[in-house]
């Protein structure tokens, strides 16, 4: 079973600070592009930030630029999503997906919100709030 756990979400006011995980069973996510995404009540999904599959190529939406950083740890299977000065409008649920070696020639591709990633975890929920 093919599965992406994600965990981490929480309260937190804003300035704070979140690490989101998403963790693979099942299989190797060292082979898989990771995208993370969130949407809020209301709006439409949005390509937070991606990771390229070999490359280690990254990418952030403007709106989280120099904010969140995503990472690997392959010993342990997981991606990370570590959320710094966090503002009220980062409020979202927070979704990882993964996609096997994609064949890209850019980052942002991955961060497309309708792109048809392959496994999609069940979301953590974030909220800012003061």
């Known amino acids: 079973q093919l599965q992406l756990v994600e965990s981490g979400g929480g309260l937190v006011q804003p300035g704070g600070s979140l690490r989101l995980s998403c963790a693979a069973s099942?299989?190797?996510?060292?082979?898989?592009?990771i995208g993370w995404f969130r949407q809020a009540p209301g709006k439409e999904r949005e390509g937070v930030s991606c990771v390229s599959a070999s490359t280690g190529y990254t990418y952030y939406a403007d709106s989280v630029k120099g904010r969140f950083t995503i990472s690997r740890d392959n010993a342990k299977n997981t991606v990370y999503l570590q959320m710094n000065s966090l503002k009220l409008e980062d409020t979202a649920v927070y979704y990882c997906?993964?996609?096997?070696?994609?064949?890209?020639?850019?980052?942002?591709?991955?961060?497309?919100?309708?792109?048809?990633?392959?496994?999609w975890g069940q979301g953590t929920q974030v909220t800012v709030s003061s």
């Open positions: 997906a993964a996609e096997y070696h994609p064949f890209i020639t850019t980052a942002q591709a991955l961060c497309v919100p309708d792109r048809e990633y392959d496994i």
């Open positions: 099942g299989f190797t996510l060292e082979y898989y592009a």
